[in-house]
């Protein structure tokens, strides 16, 4: 598949997979320095009009300054002709009055709480006064960087003349948010000059963000940017193989991705209580997906566990000695249940049902490995676990599977809801002590292969 392309590295004359390290992230060490501005950088020269040279368009300044600098080096690399700079930089407040707001790309700027590159005038604006504070906030000052190189990934595919008024804007969308993880994997490189970020919490932040900014209605007409699951994966393709693979982005590619995943809400919320029934529905999927020759039995009475080899890992617990899948249900409903706050557009974590039933598959597939004589124990184990929850996610969302194995299937959103709780605690992808790797992209990326590649690739990757 495409997403695979370029995911090798010579060392020494051998050909090493990015994922051979499971303590690596797409071949860069995971680090956990700090995230976000240089100490004692010194300011870009770079001016917006009607900027206020406050912090934050200082922050928003030097971000573009270093995207600048980045697409200088690469853009040769990949388009035809020299890379040039956008010509205009334009600050303004969403809380400023109607006679104060000024215009942007033929629009008033009054009470427009946005980001966004305008083809009319080759131009990058943002709101300083709610957007970007409100980024910066929740996600930190990482997440308003992330912000403009998808927008400054407009103006390259703008220049490069590589999409057109035919193309979806979906496809517009995920090419930038992939050019936006390939900048910042150059940030990750600490190659730029104003800012840095760790591959571990300041990575995940910066991909929360991008979850957070995602379609979370799909039947809405205006979802054009893709759900969490889709611009998570635009980002980790740019991050893993750079600009060449964001240029292989376009609705083939994109619908290859999809394939039978749902789309659409069909009129329902698309979430459902977790109780027994619900969770012995599940397991009869689970023994059809991933079937195994000796099969967990089930404890819905709590997840505390007395075992030799395993550890209580509430909501849900394995116990191998005992081949028990423990399962506190309350607190599994808990973890599921849907906390949408209409004052709050930026949540750090979308909830939801699937946030739940994720980590029950997770811990079905500790099963899954054991049947097959591997370690249950070190970093290795939770990706398989991701990636096996990933292939069982995957199957559940086929149309024609029997109800007989389990009724119960995939909705439009749940994918998102894994995405999310695997990039903020990652229970989904830890091991049988509940140990998990501190990369969020490296559980993600783990699930992404499971749902998109199936199980083969799950055992042979993480072996």
Not at 267 to 287: F, M, Q, V, W
Not at 335 to 346: C, W
Request: proline share 5%; with cysteine.
């Amino acid at each position: 598949m495409a997403l695979l392309a370029g995911c090798t590295r010579a060392v020494d004359g051998r050909a090493v997979s990015v994922y051979d390290d499971p303590f690596r992230v797409a071949g860069l060490p995971t680090t956990s320095g700090p995230s976000g501005p240089r100490p004692g950088a010194p300011d870009t020269d770079l001016t917006a009009i009607n900027g206020d040279r406050g912090a934050t368009d200082i922050l928003a300044l030097n971000a573009i300054d270093d995207i600048q600098t980045y697409w200088r080096a690469e853009y040769g690399k990949e388009f035809d002709g020299e890379f040039v700079p956008v010509e205009r930089l334009i600050s303004w407040s969403a809380k400023a009055p109607r006679t104060d707001a000024p215009e942007f790309c033929k629009e008033t700027t009054y009470r427009l709480v946005n980001a966004a590159f305008c083809r009319l005038d080759n131009s990058i604006g943002w709101d300083r006064s709610v957007l970007l504070p409100t980024m910066e906030d929740t996600f930190g000052k990482m997440a308003v960087v992330m912000v403009l190189a998808h927008e400054y990934g407009h103006a390259i595919q703008s220049q490069a003349k590589i999409v057109d008024a035919k193309d979806p804007v979906i496809v517009k969308e995920q090419q930038a948010d992939c050019f936006a993880g390939s900048f910042i994997r150059h940030v990750a490189e600490g190659k730029s000059k104003h800012f840095t970020i760790n591959t571990s919490d300041g990575l995940n932040s910066v991909l929360a963000a991008t979850v957070a900014i995602r379609d979370s209605d799909p039947d809405d007409p205006e979802s054009v940017h893709g759900s969490a699951f889709e611009r998570v994966t635009a980002v980790q393709i740019g991050f893993t193989d750079g600009p060449k693979a964001c240029k292989g982005i376009d609705i083939d590619e994109i619908n290859q991705r999809r394939g039978g995943l749902p789309q659409t809400l069909g009129g329902s919320t698309g979430e459902y209580p977790i109780d027994k029934e619900s969770l012995i529905e599940l397991t009869k999927a689970l023994a059809a997906i991933l079937p195994i020759e000796d099969r967990p039995t089930y404890n819905y009475n709590g997840a505390k566990i007395d075992c030799l080899d395993g550890t209580t890992t509430a909501p849900v617990s394995y116990c191998p000695a005992e081949n028990l899948i423990a399962t506190d249900i309350p607190e599994l409903a808990k973890r599921g249940t849907a906390d949408v706050d209409q004052d709050n557009p930026l949540p750090l974590k979308v909830t939801g049902d699937y946030n739940g039933y994720v980590v029950f598959i997770a811990r079905y597939t500790l099963a899954v490995q054991q049947s097959h004589g591997q370690s249950l124990v070190g970093a290795k184990t939770g990706l398989r676990a991701a990636c096996l929850a990933g292939v069982v996610t995957g199957k559940l969302a086929d149309p024609n599977r029997q109800r007989t194995q389990g009724d119960i299937s995939l909705a439009a959103g749940d994918l998102d809801e894994a995405v999310s709780g695997l990039l903020t605690d990652g229970l989904a992808a830890s091991d049988a002590q509940g140990k998990t790797v501190p990369s969020g992209f490296a559980r993600v990326d783990a699930f992404r292969a499971g749902v998109l590649n199936g199980e083969n690739t799950c055992m042979s990757r993480y072996s």
